[in-house]
């Protein structure tokens, strides 16, 4: 009967350095994703001062708006924790694994010419897949979106669903779902950071009185921010630009005001329809009365 005989082959100090790697290995991995857990709040912080708009009431309201889930914040966190401790653990285990087979005098020069052939090729196979998974954890790091939120990517415009380090998934207006890759994404507008602004262009009678008929719009304003149906939408007192615009027998009025995110189509219905109703109450003409008139 054959038996094998170990004692030439694992030595005591042989079993020292094993077990020497193992705990240096486990140590290793602890600290740092401690470090990465530190690393990435304070990144995620760094982002969240840069869209935080101050101690102002505007200000407070968008501490609300943008950052204010802290369940999309951990979220983030959790997620980016998770993935680079999976990049940490993998790593070290393959590092320490090498080095036990070195300590067991396990010739490695043949396995590691296969495995820089093989990882050749595969680094040419999984470009796109590395450049979309460093651009997910930037994003993610960097808060360009998150669920919820109505952005442009140049090539679809819809509303994020979900939010993965390697593909966006979007759902557009038409209600078709859209799968973007992350490294793909080369400019990205978001509607939903922040605030969104609501625009209204009043079109009044060339030889109206700019002077009344602003006037008669900063008091439509001044209503709109005592509104009960805008608290919810309305973040700032809205604003008369004054004459934007005239034409030969037009002059538009412009105004505009800060709402939060993707509620400015309340706001702007509001403000249009207040404002037609107040200036045909004070006598002011339109551009089709104008000409009605000329006639």
């Not at 442009?152 to 207006?173: H, I, S």
Request: proline fraction near 3%; aromatic fraction near 4%.
């Amino acid at each position: 009967m054959c038996t094998m005989d170990f004692s030439s082959w694992l030595v005591p100090s042989d079993l020292i350095g094993i077990a020497a790697v193992v705990v240096i290995t486990i140590v290793a991995r602890f600290v740092l994703v401690l470090l990465t857990k530190r690393a990435t709040r304070l990144a995620l912080e760094r982002a969240k001062r840069r869209h935080v708009g101050g101690v102002s009431k505007t200000g407070k309201l968008l501490e609300a708006v943008t950052f204010g889930s802290q369940e999309r914040y951990s979220q983030r966190a959790a997620t980016l924790g998770a993935v680079i401790s999976s990049l940490i653990s993998v790593t070290l285990a393959v590092v320490a694994v090498l080095t036990i087979l070195a300590i067991l005098k396990v010739p490695l020069a043949p396995l590691l010419a296969s495995a820089g052939v093989g990882g050749i090729v595969l680094a040419f196979g999984a470009q796109t897949v590395i450049k979309d998974f460093l651009s997910g954890m930037f994003m993610l790091m960097e808060d360009q979106y998150g669920v919820g939120d109505l952005v442009d990517t140049g090539e679809v415009k819809g509303t994020v669903e979900d939010v993965g380090l390697r593909v966006t998934r979007l759902r557009d207006a038409s209600g078709t779902i859209w799968y973007v890759r992350n490294g793909e994404i080369l400019r990205l507008g978001n509607q939903s950071q922040g605030w969104s602004t609501a625009m209204v262009d009043i079109p009044v009678a060339i030889d109206e009185d700019p002077a009344r008929v602003i006037a008669i719009l900063e008091v439509v304003a001044a209503d709109a921010e005592d509104a009960e149906e805008l608290t919810a939408a309305l973040l700032d007192r809205p604003e008369v630009a004054g004459v934007t615009a005239v034409t030969a027998n037009t002059m538009t009025i412009h105004l505009s005001a800060k709402t939060k995110p993707n509620l400015h189509p309340i706001v702007q219905r509001w403000l249009l329809e207040r404002s037609l109703s107040a200036l045909a109450k004070a006598g002011v003409r339109t551009p089709t009365q104008l000409g009605l008139a000329g006639e």
